[in-house]
């Protein structure tokens, strides 16, 4: 376990809770996954004859984007950083933009948009530098020191071709 203390049972316990939730998240998230390619092979493949109406598509993204919400929850239960929080809001709010009905009016998209241009904002100027621009790709424990580099994560790769340049 990182960074948590280890005489303190309550935090292990949660830590441990946590983690359960995160593996079920995943498991739901499977097994929604193959929920959506059981549709989309019923709707494009056995069906093609009958055209897909935009409501049946609408629906699919739908279902990929909460898909992906599920995974990036793991991620922020996973790494404990403000940048995966505000991956999971944008993800949210880019879904429920989505998932608008047609006979709403444009100020449901115009505060969508101002909210996803405040979470970036939020990105780009609240934000520590180093860990802003993590990502699921790029996970950095806290296993190496500042100033001591290591060649097997992404961040120290980056600080030494930024040293190197």
Known sequence: MKNIDKNNLSLRIAYVFESILAMVVLLAVFLGTIDVLRV???AYIVDF???VDYGQLNDILGQILLLVIGVELVVMLSLH??????????Y???RKMLLLPKS?????????????AGLFIIRKYLIAKD?????ITSIHYEDCEEGQE?????????????HNV
């Open 40 to 42: 989309i092979w019923t």
């Open 104 to 116: 709403e009016g444009m100020t449901e998209v115009l505060l969508g948009v101002i909210a996803i």
């Open 150 to 162: 290591c060649e097997e994560c992404e961040a120290c790769r980056e600080r030494m071709k930024q």
């Open 49 to 51: 004859h009958t055209p």
């Open 131 to 135: 860990n802003s621009t993590m990502n």
């Open 81 to 90: 950083i403000p940048g995966a929080l505000l991956e999971v809001l944008l």
């Open 92 to 94: 949210a709010i880019a």
